[in-house]
């Protein structure tokens, strides 16, 4: 009886580690990054019985805390009325979902691409880009006196932080170097090195700009008739066609090429609407109004701990004063936008009097 088949009697034999990974090297291309052959952790670590290294990756990631904290953060609208608009978390998931389904039509490994999507987006700062905005300007404007400082602010190398030396109370969640590397390569000009790493940073615009759409038409400021006809007629008039088109391109398109790419005329069509959304909901006055009450919330919040390190809290405070600015860039940066919020009202608007 083979490995995983049920039984007679109704039971199923037990898949240890080894059998799986056993399979991986008979189920997954020769293109993908096998679970077996990891370049491993910073720290050795006993392997678990049952799971693979990128599976205990991927709950590691789930179970800290800076993933909980994603449900509380913005994704592009500040405080919206409703519950239906994506949050920072659930970001998080649709880019799990499209990039766990291209890896597994490519047959790679859909584990390892699963934790790197998981943990992409962790560093984020409250308010999401305008937060991350406002923190890089306001580490600009102390680089003079504070030359350790972090600055330009990029929430993938915040990432990466949090996995490697913030999570687990200082000591990191200790991930595979293939995790981190897609961690870091998620966003900017370094690709991936690994083909599961490259699918999570195109699924992550893929969901981005139409799930940002869906919003957008949601709250009202846009129309599916407002999108470029041009980039729609390429995709689909609906949410879910262009999703399709999009990942059958990335699928079809990557299985005959040496690189993760989409088909040259999709690809256009899908930078065409993220410019779109640029122009008319990121950067549009009904969608941003409250961006420059979020932007002085973080600055204001930044710059209280810098000059009153005493009103961190103990566990936040660093070691060394000069080690300060990237102690309260981690405190700030690590905020969701109710605590954030919150923090402002407690230490900017007096308390009310009690009689």
């Not at 880009?129 to 006196?145: M, T, W």
């Not at 990335?250 to 959304?277: G, H, I, N, P, Q």
């Amino acid at each position: 009886m083979r490995q995983g088949e049920r039984m007679t009697d109704g039971t199923a034999q037990i898949m240890t580690r080894a059998e799986y990974e056993l399979e991986e090297r008979g189920r997954l291309s020769a293109r993908a990054a096998l679970s077996g052959d990891t370049r491993g952790r910073e720290r050795a670590s006993a392997p678990d019985p049952y799971r693979t290294e990128y599976q205990r990756d991927r709950d590691r990631i789930i179970h800290c805390k800076s993933f909980r904290r994603l449900s509380h953060k913005t994704q592009v609208f500040l405080a919206p009325e409703g519950d239906h608009y994506r949050t920072r978390l659930t970001h998080t998931f649709e880019v799990s979902q499209i990039a766990r389904t291209v890896a597994r039509a490519l047959r790679l490994n859909e584990d390892l691409t699963e934790a790197i999507a998981l943990g992409h987006d962790l560093g984020h700062t409250p308010f999401g880009h305008i937060g991350e905005s406002a923190l890089s300007d306001a580490l600009e404007a102390v680089r003079g006196e504070h030359p350790r400082a972090p600055w330009p602010f990029k929430h993938n190398v915040q990432s990466l932080r949090i996995v490697e030396s913030l999570e687990y109370e200082g000591k990191g969640l200790n991930l595979t170097w293939e995790v981190r590397d897609g961690i870091r390569c998620h966003t900017g000009k370094r690709r991936a090195a690994t083909l599961e790493g490259q699918i999570v940073a195109i699924a992550d615009r893929v969901a981005y700009v139409n799930h940002d759409i869906d919003d957008a038409i949601r709250g009202g400021i846009l129309t599916e008739e407002d999108l470029p006809s041009a980039a729609t007629d390429v995709l689909g008039h609906t949410h879910n066609q262009r999703i399709t088109t999009m990942v059958t391109s990335l699928v079809e398109t990557t299985a005959v090429s040496a690189e993760v790419m989409m088909e040259e005329r999709v690809y256009k069509a899908l930078m065409d609407l993220r410019a779109f959304l640029f122009d008319n909901v990121y950067l549009s006055p009904n969608a941003k109004a409250e961006e420059p009450k979020a932007y002085g919330v973080v600055v204001t919040l930044f710059n209280h701990y810098l000059t009153h390190p005493e009103a961190l809290p103990e566990d936040e405070r660093p070691p060394s004063p000069d080690d300060l600015v990237v102690a309260v860039t981690d405190y700030v940066s690590g905020m969701t936008d109710r605590f954030a919020i919150r923090t402002y009202e407690q230490l900017m608007i007096p308390n009310r009097w009690r009689v």
